[in-house]
Each structure stands twice: as C-alpha cells, then as structure tokens.
C-alpha cells in the first residue's frame, strides 16, 4: 500500500452531502438534525452546512429537502406533483372544501386557536380539524394564556411533505383580502377575554407558564 493509500485509509472520517442524501433517502421517517449528525459522525454546525448544501444541490431536480424544525425529510417536488399522483392514483388532495379552508387558515396563521379559525371562516371547526388531526396535516401547538387556556393549532412536517414545501418560507404569497386575513387582530385570541389571564392563573396554577414551543411555532416567528 502507498504511503497516499495508507493515509487516506487511517484518515478520519468526514461526512460529505452526498452522505446526508443517501441517509435521507433510506430513512423512511422525519430525522432529528441531533440524530443525523451522530449518524454522519459530525458537528451540528457542519451539519446545518451540510443540509445548506444539499438544498441548493435539490434546487432543480426533482426532490425536495423538507425542514422542520429539528426535522428532515426528503420527499418529491412541488412541481413533480403531477407525475407522482399519476402513480399515486388519487387525483389530487381528498379534502373537501371545509378541511383545506381551514387548514390554509392555520398553514398562514399558526399557530391558532380553533376560535380563532372560526372568527376568521365564520364556521364551526370542530370536524375540519377532526379530519385535519387525523390526517397528521395539523398537530396541536400549546396553549393561550387566556382563560380556559384554549389549544393552538399548528401544521406539521406531513403538512410540508403532502404539499411539497420545503419550509413554510415557501407557502404561496397571499395577496389583497387574503393578505389582511392574515395579519387580523383576532377578537378571540386577545389577552382581554371576559376572564382575565389572571384570574385564570387563580384556577390553574400553570397559567402562567410558557407553553411549549413547537418547530411550526419557530418557523412562524421567523415569519
């Protein structure tokens, strides 16, 4: 064995981003960035490099690189959709009218209440997001501090997957009345509801903790 041979075999080694592609394509799951970075033996920073890397190298084929969060996946292109229902058979998204309203509320709005979607559709919400929870589209994201401590709702990485978005940074721009739904002062989240936060925190001693921050709620604040 050469000298050049020998050093190369006893080298360290250094994961590359066609390593982090090849894990991503045989994991049939959302990967932790924590759990791909002890698989690929790297630091976290090289790793967030690595997954730069591999986003811009996806950028014209067919596949997408999905982040959320903590969590990738890798799953087909937006623009591939077409093909991929072809073989998928379905024609399209199942959802009826109610689910997909509701599930574009929360995807521009999120984290929400279910209040506050009803504020905003002027529906009931109780089966859209029935459908939306069992389809693994929408998870729920904490709580309001405001009394009765009502659940917010976010989307998650299926949502992502489904849709084929990398990120929510790539949902659609809204534009005229859409784009001021976005940004409405809602009535039912505010802070001053009939019973105060306060008086709340009387009867739950947890009220006034900060609720847990989800991925979908960090990609919202960077929004």
Do not use: C
């Not at 033996?41 to 967030?48: A, F, I, V």
């Amino acid at each position: 064995m050469t000298d050049e041979a020998q050093s190369a075999a006893t080298a360290p080694w250094v994961a590359t981003v066609e390593d982090l592609e090849a894990l991503l394509f045989v994991v049939d799951r959302p990967i932790a960035r924590r759990e791909a970075a002890k698989l690929l033996e790297t630091s976290k920073g090289d790793l967030d490099r690595l997954v730069a890397e591999l986003t811009s190298n996806l950028a014209d084929r067919g596949i997408t690189l999905i982040t959320h969060g903590d969590e990738l996946q890798l799953a087909s292109g937006a623009k591939q959709a077409r093909a991929v229902l072809a073989w998928v058979g379905t024609g399209g998204s199942d959802l009826t009218a109610a689910p997909l309203e509701t599930l574009a509320v929360i995807a521009y709005r999120q984290p929400v209440t279910k209040a506050g979607i009803e504020e905003i559709r002027g529906v009931d919400a109780d089966y859209a997001l029935r459908v939306l929870l069992e389809r693994g589209l929408i998870e729920e994201a904490g709580r309001m501090e405001t009394a009765g401590r009502p659940i917010r709702y976010a989307t998650t990485l299926e949502f992502l997957r489904r849709f084929g978005l990398g990120s929510l940074a790539d949902l659609p721009a809204l534009e005229g009345d859409a784009e001021a739904l976005r940004h409405l002062e809602l009535r039912s989240e505010s802070s001053d509801v009939s019973t105060s936060s306060s008086a709340a925190g009387e009867a739950d001693p947890d009220a006034n903790s900060e609720g847990p921050r989800t991925p979908a709620q960090e990609d919202a604040a960077t929004d």
